[in-house]
């Protein structure tokens, strides 16, 4: 079952291949040992062509994510930047997702990854909201795992690895097959963390609080974007941890992410939150809406277009 329309192009390694033909071995390193580091990033049309969205603070976490992982990325940011906005260009989409991935690739087997040539590639494909248009306006159900996310004295969450993703898919499929739209993961000392692919945002009384980066999360693009937005706003915003019971009090509860941009959670574990109306994040989401599509001043500088200058190294 495929249900991702194939694009013209992929880049692999340093050049443009046709989509079918971006294949690897079976016996791809990071594929057995979860040894690869990537990144979602999203472009979105604009008056001016397409534009994606924070592409430096992006590979700025990627680099970020090769270093934790002791992973010596082949390729400058530069080049992986060009190739990057190039993809876009190839493919002719404007509004899609895109996905730089590096990983430990067709060497030796055995856990060491440093025996295998580290590869490097950047796919796009058109993605809608991860958690439906229909979670975006109405909200979603969510629930807490009984998983316990990962700390960073086990996998550092903050380096976008491919391994951190077991821990999310054990607790997505436990939520859907709860019939739950998306989990909710506490880290080990029984504070709310994050989502299996979402940063989680509190709104109480007024004000907007998220989990600090200490609780095990990692450290959202798109969260930092939100509390931009909140300060821009003039709310009152904290950086703070709260419990699972916390949850179920909130006036609003929202996910921020890439994939799934925000989204309000309307309900957890059966109990529903606030009103049902969501003013602080509907306000949110309008904002991210304008500056994603290039229709802020303020937040140009978070856009780098396809057709601009090129990004150097
Ligand atoms: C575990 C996890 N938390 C949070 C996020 C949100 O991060 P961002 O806003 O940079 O997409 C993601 C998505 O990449 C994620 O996978």
Request: with cysteine.
């Amino acid at each position: 079952m495929v249900s991702i329309r194939a694009l013209p192009k992929i880049w692999l390694n340093g050049r443009f291949v046709p989509w079918d033909e971006a294949k690897i071995h079976v016996l791809t390193h990071g594929l057995h040992y979860g040894y690869a580091i990537f990144e979602g990033i999203r472009c979105h049309g604009t008056s001016s062509g397409p534009a994606v969205f924070r592409l430096r603070d992006h590979f700025d976490r990627f680099q970020n994510s090769a270093k934790i992982y002791r992973m010596r990325l082949p390729y400058d940011r530069g080049t992986l930047e060009r190739a990057t906005l190039d993809l876009v260009r190839e493919n002719g989409v404007s509004d899609a997702y895109l996905r730089p991935i590096a990983y430990s690739g067709y060497g030796e087997m055995g856990i060491d990854p440093t025996k295998s040539p580290i590869e490097v590639a950047v796919a796009m494909w058109e993605w809608g909201a991860y958690l439906g248009e229909e979670g975006v306006r109405r909200g979603v159900r969510a629930t807490v795992s009984s998983w316990v996310r990962i700390d960073s004295r086990m996998l550092p969450p903050q380096a976008k690895c491919a391994a951190n993703y077991a821990n999310s898919a054990l607790a997505k499929m436990e939520a859907t097959s709860g019939g739950y739209d998306e989990a909710i993961l506490l880290n080990a000392a029984g504070m709310v963390a994050e989502g299996p692919g979402e940063n989680i945002f509190r709104v109480k009384n007024g004000v907007v609080s998220t989990p600090p980066a200490s609780s095990g999360i990692l450290r959202g693009i798109s969260r930092d974007t939100v509390i931009r937005f909140v300060k821009d706003e003039g709310l009152e915003f904290q950086r703070t941890d709260f419990t699972r019971e916390e949850l179920f009090t909130a006036d609003e509860l929202f996910y921020s992410g890439t994939a799934a941009g925000i989204t309000p959670i309307r309900e957890v574990d059966g109990r529903s939150i606030g009103s049902g109306e969501y003013p602080i994040t509907r306000r949110l989401q309008e904002r991210y809406d304008v500056a994603i599509h290039g229709r802020s001043e303020r937040y140009s500088g978070w856009l780098t277009y396809v057709d601009g200058p090129r990004p150097r190294a």
